[in-house]
C-alpha cells in the first residue's frame, strides 16, 4: 500500500542552524501539509501546499519556515535558524484532495534543536 | 474547550472489552477524522466521516457523529493488546480549508 515517506527519522542540530526536512507524499495526491507535534502536546497544523503554492499557513509558520517541492516527488519543510523551541515531531502528510479528504501522514522526523 | 476535545484524557481495559472514546469540537465541520498514535511514531489514519453521516464502520471500528451536539464516538469492539495507542480525533472546517485540527487524544491501554 502506498504511504509517505519521511527522512530522515531523527535530526538533531545546533540553535541557529538551518534544517531541510524532507518528505515524499503518496504518488497520485495532490495536497501536501506539514505539522508538528511538540512532546506532550497536540498535534499543531503549520502549512498546506497545492498547485506549488502555499494554500493556507498557520501562525507558527514564520518567516523562519518555507516549503518547496523541488521536483515531482518530494516535498520539504526548511527551517532557516533553528530554535530551541523548533524541537518537536514533524510530520508531513498528503491527500488526494477534492472529494477525497482523508490525510494520510507520514512517520515524523524528530527533530531535537541544543 | 478546544476544538477537538477527546476524553476520556486515558482509558484502561481488559482485552476482548469495547472501549469507546470521545470527541467534542466547537466550529461547524465537513468532516471529522480518527487516528491512533503509537507511542512516540506516525499518526495512522483510522476513518473519516462526513457531516451527512452518521455512522461508520470499518473492521472493529464504529464512528458516530452528532453534529447538533458537535461530538463523535469512536468505539473499539474485542480489544486487542495491540491497539493501546493515543486516539485523536481531527476536524476540518466548512470553510473550504483542508487543514486538520487535532484533539488532546486518548490514551488506550489494553491489559492482556
Known amino acids: 500500500e502506498p504511504e509517505v515517506t519521511q527522512t530522515p527519522s531523527h535530526q538533531v542540530t545546533q540553535m541557529g542552524q538551518e534544517v531541510i526536512l524532507r518528505c515524499v507524499p503518496i504518488?497520485?495526491?495532490?495536497?501536501f501539509y506539514w505539522y508538528r507535534q511538540i512532546l506532550g502536546q497536540k498535534v499543531e497544523f503549520l502549512v498546506s501546499?497545492?498547485?506549488?503554492?502555499?494554500?493556507?499557513k498557520s501562525e507558527i509558520f514564520d518567516d523562519q519556515f518555507s516549503v518547496e517541492r523541488p521536483d515531482g516527488s518530494n516535498f520539504t519543510l526548511k527551517i532557516r535558524s533553528t530554535k530551541l523551541e523548533d524541537s518537536a515531531m514533524y510530520f508531513c502528510?498528503?491527500?488526494?484532495?477534492?472529494?477525497?479528504?482523508?490525510?494520510?501522514f507520514g512517520p515524523g522526523t524528530r527533530l531535537t534543536v541544543l | 474547550s478546544q476544538q477537538g476535545e477527546e476524553d476520556p484524557q486515558a482509558l484502561s481495559i481488559q482485552e476482548g472489552e469495547n472501549a469507546t472514546m470521545n470527541c467534542s469540537y466547537k466550529?461547524?465541520?465537513?468532516?471529522l477524522q480518527w487516528y491512533r498514535q503509537n507511542s512516540g511514531r506516525g499518526l495512522v489514519h483510522l476513518i473519516l466521516?462526513?457531516?451527512?453521516?452518521r455512522e461508520k464502520h470499518s473492521g472493529r471500528l464504529r464512528v458516530t457523529l452528532d453534529t447538533s451536539k458537535k461530538s463523535s464516538s469512536l468505539l473499539i469492539t474485542a480489544s486487542r493488546a495491540a491497539d493501546t495507542a493515543s486516539y485523536f480525533c481531527?476536524?476540518?472546517?466548512?470553510?473550504?480549508?483542508?487543514?486538520?485540527?487535532f484533539g488532546t487524544g486518548t490514551r488506550l491501554t489494553i491489559i492482556p
Open positions: 466550529t461547524s465541520i465537513n468532516n
Open positions: 501546499f497545492y498547485n506549488n503554492e502555499i494554500s493556507e
Open positions: 504518488s497520485n495526491h495532490l495536497y
Open positions: 481531527a476536524t476540518d472546517d466548512n470553510f473550504g480549508n483542508e487543514k486538520l485540527t
Open positions: 502528510a498528503s491527500s488526494v484532495g477534492l472529494a477525497v479528504l482523508e490525510q494520510f
Open positions: 466521516i462526513r457531516s451527512n453521516e
